[in-house]
């Protein structure tokens, strides 16, 4: 079993790849879904509900869906969240996709059953999907679409930036090693792919037993290399209070800039 499975995801993988270059020859740009996980539960937000917490006059999910509807490379849009929440959240992107199609679905109890969620129902036509924290609000446009475009080319993208701090790796409160900062990079969203290598990633790691820490590592664990492209410091994903209080003093600074 162990075999067909590394040579299935092979020949997914190669296929998908060929799929892609034509395409790319013929220059017909393939359809995007994009799919914003928000079905957290908030556990660190000390009763917060932060994709719904006002921003200005906004929300912080409304902010993380508008560059995707703002991009002409952006197809549709789908939105994970809570199941009491699909009605509030249908209300709330109503009108506000650009004229995309909008799908709300209700998420699994992990990240990997949401996205699954998010895949089950995107548009069959769709060769990319790119996958987003709907609590990262300060994505912007560019970074959206060049991890689009370099998905489209390369099978795998996502935003990256360079570690600033330096890195201990510890064990029992006890640094054992100090890794080389300058190959370490702080991973971001939209994590962006051919939709069958993340559909052939996932089920691979769930059969293998591989934790996902991201999208990402459902693409490695198949071999496939995902290209990093420019993020930004700014592209915070809200996780606990202190992030939310720091995302607003920066929203107050891009407004008054």
């Known amino acids: 079993m162990g075999f067909f499975t590394k040579k299935r995801n092979k020949k997914i993988v190669e296929y998908t790849a060929k799929l892609l270059m034509k395409m790319a020859e013929k220059g017909i740009r393939p359809r995007c879904s994009a799919i914003i996980v928000a079905a ?15 921003f200005h006059g906004s929300t912080v999910l409304e902010r993380a869906a508008e560059p995707f509807a703002a991009s002409k490379l952006v197809d549709e849009i789908v939105v994970v969240t809570r199941r009491d929440d699909v009605p509030r959240v249908e209300l709330l992107l109503r009108g506000k996709t650009n004229g995309k199609p909008l799908k709300v679905v209700s ?3 992990t990240r990997t059953d949401s996205v699954l969620a998010g895949l089950s129902v995107c548009d069959e036509k769709a060769k990319i999907v790119a996958v987003h924290d709907g609590a990262r609000p300060f994505v912007t446009q560019k970074i959206v679409e060049e991890t689009i475009k370099s998905a489209a080319e390369r099978s795998a993208a996502a935003p990256a930036v360079p570690v600033k701090d330096t890195i201990k790796i510890a064990k029992n409160c006890v640094i054992q090693n100090t890794p080389d900062r300058s190959t370490l ?6 994590q962006t792919f051919a939709v069958e290598l993340l559909r052939a990633g996932i089920a691979h790691a769930r059969a ?25 410091y700014e592209n915070i994903k809200l996780t606990t209070p202190e992030d939310l209080w720091f995302a607003q003093a920066l929203l107050k600074r891009r407004q008054e800039v």
């Not at 957290?40 to 006002?54: E, P």
């Not at 990079?185 to 939209?190: G, I």
């Not at 293998?208 to 664990?221: F, G, K, P």
């Open 40 to 54: 957290g539960s908030a556990s660190r937000m000390q009763g917060i509900d932060k994709i719904f917490a006002d």
């Open 208 to 232: 293998n037993d591989i934790a996902l820490t991201d999208d990402c590592s459902a693409v490695e664990s198949i071999g496939v290399p995902v290209i990093l492209t420019e993020g930004s």
């Open 185 to 190: 990079f702080a991973v971001q969203t939209p």
């Open 107 to 109: 998420g699994g109890d």
